[in-house]
């Protein structure tokens, strides 16, 4: 693989969202999120991201990470809407 590996975009990410001010911290930065606890839990997203400012939005922000084009193929196919305010696809190589 000649991109970015599922590690070294989730720290990217988290590195994103760690703006902090005399206020605080901007966003909440968490990853692997299960939707529910145990063998209960279905699906994992890569990372949340809450906006914690109301000048922010107070969003939540959803993203899945892809490193390879099969895993991309896969997502594709679920259902991802609904999940939060936003979604996005972060992808370690531009030929995904």
């Known amino acids: 693989m000649n991109g970015l590996s599922e ?3 989730t ?3 988290a590195a994103k969202y ?3 001010a005399g206020n605080g911290n901007a966003y909440a930065f968490v ?3 299960r939707n529910a606890a145990g063998f209960e839990a279905q699906r ?3 990372a949340y991201v809450m906006a914690l400012w109301p000048s922010r939005g107070l969003t939540l922000t ?3 990470i892809k490193s390879s084009r099969s895993d991309w193929v896969r997502e594709r ?3 991802s809407a609904g999940l939060a305010d936003f979604f996005y696809l972060v992808v370690g190589d ?3």
Do not use: G, W
Request: overall charge positive.
């Open 31 to 33: 990853p692997q999120v």
């Open 77 to 79: 196919r679920r259902r």
């Open 18 to 20: 760690a703006e902090k």
């Open 44 to 46: 994992t997203v890569d």
């Open 11 to 13: 720290h990217r990410l």
């Open 62 to 64: 959803a993203f899945e």
């Open 94 to 96: 531009r030929s995904i």
């Open 7 to 9: 590690t070294e975009l």
